[in-house]
């Protein structure tokens, strides 16, 4: 299937779950997840060699993660979504908030911070690059609260009901890079949110899992306003082709929905992952508080005893 030089591809039939699951690979992203999923696998293999361990469940959330990004940028939803809203919208809510979440799962900076060797005295390698660009300034600031929650709103509101949605729709380059922003969003909103790697912005849980729902209501607002429209709001997906036999009004209501509907899954997996993160980390207080019972053999319970010791002495 080829695309125009407006980017849409004009001879597809009737859409269906089957038809727009047949491999129909985008360069870029091809190169791009199975890059990712390299570098991945080369972490996981030097850990092991050298006798570390790296949970499991990372390894199958990154991959999980990454071949959803390919599920809709290496099949045949990719054309389809050029030419239907409803697909497209697909697309957009998969790669900006449920890859995100399952790539973060993976934890790929911890991964490199331990996998990637340490340069020599005097000497910047990877791992170094790495570290000054999670301290930088510029991280700090495209990691706060105050960032990431507009941009994430942002990329809705001021992408699809300004003139720049059509603009980036008209080339390849433009699709290829409006997808990549849909992602890099994602990655940033949920990064301090999920806190699985090491970051510049690390608060506390509560305040996490108001950093989300935050961000989550304005998602269904969005959905809400394409599903309520009487007139076709994008002029990308004004004019479908006659062979896929849709009504155009139609396919932006069913867009609406799919945004709106999707908008609880992510809040869902975040507040679960969120949940288990801060069970873990009350366990591991209390084992640390337990063991650091143990070393001082319970000097404070002694310290007590010897308190209502001393009570009762003076009381006889």
Not at 6 to 11: C, I, L, R, V
Not at 69 to 94: E, K, R
Not at 250 to 260: C, E, F, R, T, V
Request: hydrophobic share 50%.
């Amino acid at each position: 299937m080829d695309h125009s030089g407006h980017g849409m591809t004009m001879d597809l039939p009737p859409f269906t779950l089957g038809r727009g699951l047949e491999w129909s690979a985008d360069p870029f992203f091809l190169i791009a997840c199975l890059l990712g999923l390299g570098l991945y696998g080369w972490g996981v293999v030097r850990l092991r060699r050298r006798g570390d361990a790296w949970p499991v469940g990372r390894t199958v959330a990154f991959v999980v993660g990454v071949l959803t990004v390919g599920l809709v940028m290496c099949t045949a939803l990719n054309d389809y979504g050029m030419v239907m809203f409803s697909v497209h919208m697909v697309q957009h809510m998969i790669i900006s908030m449920l890859s995100p979440i399952l790539i973060l799962l993976g934890a790929p900076i911890t991964l490199a911070l331990r996998a990637l060797p340490v340069a020599g005295r005097g000497r910047k390698g990877p791992r170094e690059l790495l570290l000054a660009v999670l301290h930088s300034r510029y991280m700090r600031i495209v990691t706060h609260p105050a960032f990431t929650i507009p941009l994430f709103i942002a990329s809705l509101y001021a992408l699809y009901f300004t003139p720049l949605f059509d603009f980036l729709m008209g080339s390849k380059a433009g699709h290829i890079a409006m997808m990549v922003h849909f992602l890099a969003v994602g990655l940033v909103f949920f990064w301090p949110i999920m806190g699985v790697d090491p970051g510049p912005n690390r608060p506390g849980y509560l305040m996490r899992m108001l950093e989300l729902f935050a961000g989550m209501p304005f998602h269904a607002f969005f959905g809400i306003a394409l599903m309520m429209a009487t007139t076709p709001m994008v002029d990308t997906f004004r004019h479908p082709p006659a062979s896929l036999g849709i009504d155009t009004l139609s396919d932006q209501n069913a867009a609406g929905g799919i945004a709106w509907a999707f908008s609880e899954i992510p809040s869902v997996l975040v507040l679960l992952a969120l949940l288990f993160q801060w069970y873990s980390s009350e366990q591991r207080q209390a084992k640390r508080e337990d063991r650091a019972a143990d070393r001082d053999g319970d000097k404070e319970l002694e310290a007590y005893n010897a308190y209502l010791a001393s009570l009762n002495a003076r009381g006889r």
